[in-house]
């Protein structure tokens, strides 16, 4: 498997314009994260889908931030209008349920580096 | 609720000295506890995993166990190498895929 594959891998772009994420999690994995990583917060979940479906999205700091999933093989995450302070890493993650106890692996794209002037 | 502390870094290491990087966990139930890595310039992977009370995870060299009584996942390695230059996460997931990190520690290997 390729693994977990993020577009693009750095995006410049200027304030005020919309930026997409994109993101292709591993065939038959049925949850997937987005988690932004700054110096300053570390690693924050965004929020996370479960067989294509927002499950917890309290993470997504504004309104000008949504994401979606319209199959189990893409999600997007958008951020329109864009703002120096949203620079950071993007990751897109996912991961196979487990039965039973605990959670199982959570596989990580490359990230996608995103500077706002 | 749940959540996880990791030590503070950077860590500046000798090559071939000891490392210890502590991580403590709060959490309700019985979650499975992960350390992960990220190099520069790339994404988090897995390092080692442990499910339940005392199981002891490893891989390329280092080991943690998972401590209940001490809520405790300490990442250990005998003897690093340059090559493991990189920061470490500490990680908690429960029942539902629900994760929770560490801050992260930043760990430099000098020859």
């Known amino acids: 498997d390729a693994g977990v594959i993020q577009s693009p891998r750095h995006e410049v772009t200027e304030m005020g314009q919309e930026v997409t994420l994109r993101c292709k999690p591993i065939?038959?994995?049925?949850?997937l994260f987005w988690y932004r990583q700054t110096m300053m917060r570390g690693l924050e979940l965004l929020i996370y889908f479960n067989n294509n479906v927002p499950i917890d999205d309290s993470g997504m700091p504004e309104d000008r931030f949504s994401a979606k999933m319209p199959n189990a093989s893409f999600s997007t995450l958008k951020i329109q209008p864009s703002e120096p302070r949203d620079s950071a890493v993007y990751f897109c993650a996912s991961s196979l349920l487990l039965t039973g106890a605990g959670a199982n692996v959570l596989t990580f794209g490359a990230g996608s580096r995103l500077t706002v002037l | 609720g749940n959540s996880v502390t990791q030590m503070e870094g950077p860590v500046t290491l000798s090559e071939e000295a000891f490392l210890t990087i502590n991580c403590t966990y709060t959490a309700t139930g019985y979650p499975s506890l992960f350390w992960y890595v990220q190099y520069p310039g790339e994404g988090l992977q897995l390092l080692l995993k442990?499910?339940?009370?005392?199981d002891k995870g490893s891989n390329k060299g280092f080991e943690a166990t998972y401590r209940k009584e001490t809520t405790s996942f300490h990442l250990e390695k005998g003897s690093v190498q340059v090559s493991d230059s990189a920061v470490y996460f500490c990680?908690?997931?429960?029942?539902?895929?629900?994760?929770?990190f560490g801050t992260g520690t930043s760990l430099t290997v000098i020859p």
């Open positions: 442990a499910t339940k009370a005392d």
């Open positions: 990680a908690l997931g429960r029942l539902g895929n629900q994760f929770y």
């Open positions: 065939s038959g994995h049925d949850y």
